[in-house]
């Protein structure tokens, strides 16, 4: 199974995938967690502005499918943590991975803004960085999200990674 959780920089992605993850090894050893930043920096398509063009988060999103794809075909489950911009892969995972659920993790634009955990919306809205998704290219809101959950005031990380848990494992 793959629980996609999808979001801006800021909204929760990393910190709820991890604890996901965690919980979900617990019950089946089984389990990795795939970060959109973290297969960046291992096939170092993070050193370039080039790589944060629309053409540079493309291959990285493509790259994040196939590997998704190689451990689904192998009955090992992922959650994987992606701002997920193109929406034909997003049906693309529907369509080939043996189960399914996407999360989509939608705080309000200002909750992100005073987070800035990466200082990322500071320098893009400075207009000091270019490529920022949310700020100068668009984020598409996922259409077919089997969950939105809005995390600007989520305090519960773990009751929060139980339920989305219990809620994916019910699908067939």
């Given at each position: 199974m793959v629980i996609w959780?999808?979001?801006l920089s800021g909204s929760g992605k990393t910190t709820l995938g991890r604890e996901i993850a965690q919980q979900w090894k617990q019950q089946q050893p089984n389990t990795v967690?795939?970060?959109?930043d973290e297969v960046r920096r291992i096939f170092r398509q993070d050193l370039a502005a080039a790589d944060y063009s629309m053409a540079g988060r493309r291959t990285n999103a493509e790259r994040i499918f196939e590997l998704c794809a190689w451990l689904d075909a192998q009955q090992i489950n992922?959650?994987?943590s992606i701002l997920s911009i193109f929406p034909d892969l997003q049906a693309k995972n529907r369509e080939h991975f043996q189960r399914y659920f996407e999360v989509y993790?939608?705080?309000?634009f200002d909750t992100l803004v005073q987070r800035d955990t990466k200082g990322?919306?500071?320098k893009a809205l400075a207009g000091e960085m270019s490529d920022m998704v949310g700020v100068d290219i668009p984020f598409p809101t996922p259409t077919h999200a089997d969950l939105e959950i809005d995390t600007s005031a989520t305090a519960d990380i773990s009751a929060l990674a139980r339920d989305i848990l219990k809620q994916a494992q019910s699908i067939p």
């Open positions: 959780l999808i979001g967690l795939v970060d959109g992922v959650v994987c993790l939608n705080p309000p990322l919306y500071a």
